[in-house]
């Protein structure tokens, strides 16, 4: 069976708490520059640092994924989901997918506005 007391070991080994936070600022930075009418739409009060207390920023989930062509999983990650919470109102999520070595390998903003 699994032991989740190794993965929790694994997580503050590779300071995964940090290098999801740190992500989740980096990509909302880039989303700022690369996507400025879609961004200036969802987070149109955000301009920088000092408006960072508008968003609640906390991991939801950590996970394993063994994926692409079962059975030989061989795209396999450690996924950190964390809410996009803006102003009080959920409207997507970032993950980070870390490599079994600690390292990121991929993470990506998916907005989602309920109409």
Known sequence: MFDFEELKKWIIEHDIEQ????GF???LEKYKIEEPNEFM??????IGE?????FEVEIK???INYSNSYPNCDYNHVIVTI???YKGKEVGYYQLLLNFDGTP????FVIQIEQ
């Open 19 to 22: 290098k999801a936070y740190k």
């Open 25 to 27: 600022w980096m990509n």
């Open 41 to 46: 739409c969802y987070f149109s009060a955000y």
């Open 50 to 54: 000092e408006d960072r207390g508008d």
């Open 61 to 63: 989930s950590v996970s």
């Open 83 to 85: 809410p996009i919470r």
């Open 105 to 108: 390998d991929d993470d990506f």
